[in-house]
């Protein structure tokens, strides 16, 4: 049982640095990164701002309410802000990613697999790992990076529209807390989040897929596996790569 | 020329199931082999084992020097685009149109431009017969274009060794006949080494050089097709035969008391006679004669001594005929039996 996980979890980490190989070798498969880079954007884009909306409002609402009974109404903006920058515009990009693309992707790969159209690539003497991973990787980390930086406008504006229009805040204040706050690393931190959980999220997609177990049933299951696995590694690693920001990132207010 | 295939010691198993072990045998440069065995005896394991798609647990598979089963990654890939395999349902991709299936080993691996691959392709489809239908999706044509195309897939870069995993499941007798009958032009045309697997009685009888037998996990025998068909090993009779009566069951192989029991009732049925081996197929009327007969002939007759006798007597048979018509190609050739 912990024998066969720890398999499981060598194969993933074998895939992912053959990926990481084969980016640089040539030829890149523009066409397929392209085509790929448009589906997954295609599927993630609208959900993203949908979901981003009422999650920006939450947190206002939340953070005002806090902070008006602690008497720091002026704060409100810098620590909504904060939230949605750096926790929750990754997080819901992660859940897209992996969602939406990931499924799409793992079973996409899956029924090639178990049609035997990646055998007969292989056979071909091209490598499905280059031709069709390598794109879908690179897709799903290049829409990662894109999307987090739409979610954090909407979910900002979500919050600021919250905020000054139903709890009466003022947008000066808003502002001024935000800038007092906030610094750019967060958006850094950010962004960087937001790659790392593309590269997760196509790779457990790309496993799963590439190796589903008996027949129609199995390529089923590896979505269904890919996505819960790939959930848990993002919200651990977001946990890890948090704790290591607060350490090594000095807060401004401080 | 074709590149000889040369297996030694493989054994191959999945988990605990023992699939197949001890196998060595030579393909020979240029020859057409097939490969019988009842269902489930892992005749396409053995097939996708020869190209390093599954890696048998000893043994090695030499072409060029390169160990397809433990030589280095890199090596194996470059190996493999020598090999053209057919796979049993096709394997197209299903994405594509069959011509961009065709064309697919060309834009990878060569350099050549648009127009020039539309000749090859076109060429390629209009070999297996599938003209006009090359703007379809492998989803929208039957289970025997499928096959076809795979095959056209197969071929488009001139491969070195050509292994066809059942061609004829799916397909009518006539078109199993007019695929043996593709093979060996074929192989007159390219004069490549040629693997098939298969069940087919009439593909095993027409159209190999040599022919081997998988069953209870080992190769029974391989070797000139004289052999196999003159052959009095019990398993190889009752597969020719088609018979019920003999080692073979329902589910792989049948237990020492049902065998027995088989013993008493088989005074029956009469006793198997020297049977008549029917001609091999010859090219298509304007095709070069196939290369690889001339050589074959050499090999055979100089491993005569060591063949059992009455595959001996079959082959200076057939070669007396041989040399008393010499290769003009027959008019019955083409029918398939």
């Known amino acids: 049982m912990i024998g066969g996980a720890l398999r499981q979890t060598g194969r993933l980490f074998a895939l992912a640095a053959e990926v990481s190989r084969a980016v640089f070798r040539r030829p890149f498969q523009l066409r397929e990164f392209v085509e790929q880079f448009w589906f997954v954007a295609s599927v993630t884009i609208l959900p993203a701002a949908l979901v981003s909306i009422p999650f920006g409002a939450v947190i206002a609402l939340q953070v005002g309410s806090l902070t008006q009974q602690l008497g720091a109404q002026s704060f409100t903006g810098g620590a909504s802000v904060l939230a949605v920058i750096q926790q929750a515009s990754p997080l819901i990009v992660a859940l897209l990613i992996s969602g939406a693309a990931g499924s799409a992707i793992c079973a996409d790969l899956g029924s090639r697999k178990i049609r035997e159209e990646l055998d007969a690539m292989e056979v071909m003497g091209v490598s499905p790992v280059q031709r069709l991973v390598v794109p879908r990787v690179l897709a799903t980390m290049a829409v990662a990076v894109l999307l987090n930086g739409m979610v954090s406008v909407v979910g900002t504006l979500g919050g600021y529209f919250f905020n000054i229009v139903l709890q009466g805040g003022t947008p000066g204040a808003y502002l001024a807390s935000f800038s007092a706050l906030a610094q750019l690393p967060d958006l850094y931190i950010s962004e960087l989040k937001a790659l790392i959980f593309g590269f997760i999220a196509g790779i457990v997609a790309a496993y799963r897929g590439l190796n589903p177990r008996g027949g129609p049933k199995g390529v089923g299951d590896a979505v269904n596996q890919a996505v819960v696995i790939t959930f848990m590694l993002l919200f651990f690693v977001n946990m890890v790569l948090t704790g290591i920001y607060l350490q090594i990132v000095p807060p401004k207010g401080g | ?337």
């Open chain 2, 1 to 337: 020329m074709g590149i000889e295939v040369a297996v030694e010691g493989l054994t191959m198993s999945f988990g605990k199931q023992n699939i197949w072990q001890d196998v060595s045998l030579t393909l020979p440069a240029g020859e057409v082999s097939v490969m019988l065995g009842p269902s489930g005896t892992g005749k396409t394991v053995f097939l996708k084992s020869l190209i390093g798609l599954l890696k048998p647990q000893r043994g090695r598979v030499l072409i060029n020097g390169v160990d397809m089963v433990g030589g280095r990654e890199k090596d194996i890939y470059e190996t493999r685009k020598l090999f053209g395999l057919m796979f049993q349902d096709g394997a197209l991709f299903g994405s594509m149109s069959l011509f961009d299936n065709i064309a697919f080993p060309l834009r990878e691996h060569t350099r050549k431009r648009e127009s020039e691959i539309r000749r090859i392709v076109m060429e390629r489809i209009e070999l297996v017969g599938l003209l006009g239908a090359e703007g379809k999706l492998p989803g929208e044509i039957s289970g025997g274009m499928r096959k076809r195309a795979g095959l056209a897939r197969a071929l488009v870069l001139d491969p070195q060794i050509v292994l066809c995993d059942e061609p004829d499941s799916g397909l009518d007798p006539v078109r199993t006949a007019y695929l043996s009958q593709l093979l060996i032009d074929l192989n007159a045309r390219i004069d490549a080494t040629m693997l098939i697997v298969t069940h087919n009685l009439d593909i095993a009888a027409t159209v190999p050089d040599n022919m081997g037998m998988f069953f209870r996990r080992e190769l029974v025998t391989f070797g000139p097709r004289e052999v196999l068909l003159t052959s009095e090993e019990p398993v190889v009779t009752q597969f020719l035969a088609g018979r019920r009566e003999g080692p073979i069951g329902m589910s792989e192989e049948k237990d020492a008391a049902t065998l027995a029991a088989e013993a008493d009732g088989a005074a029956a049925s009469p006793p198997p006679g020297p049977r008549a081996i029917a001609p091999q197929l010859e090219p298509s009327p304007g095709l070069p004669p196939r290369a690889a007969v001339g050589r074959r002939r050499e090999r055979v007759l100089g491993m005569l001594d060591t063949l059992p006798p009455a595959a001996r007597a079959a082959i200076e048979d057939t070669y007396a005929r041989h040399a008393a018509a010499p290769t003009v190609s027959l008019p019955a050739a083409g029918s398939g039996s």
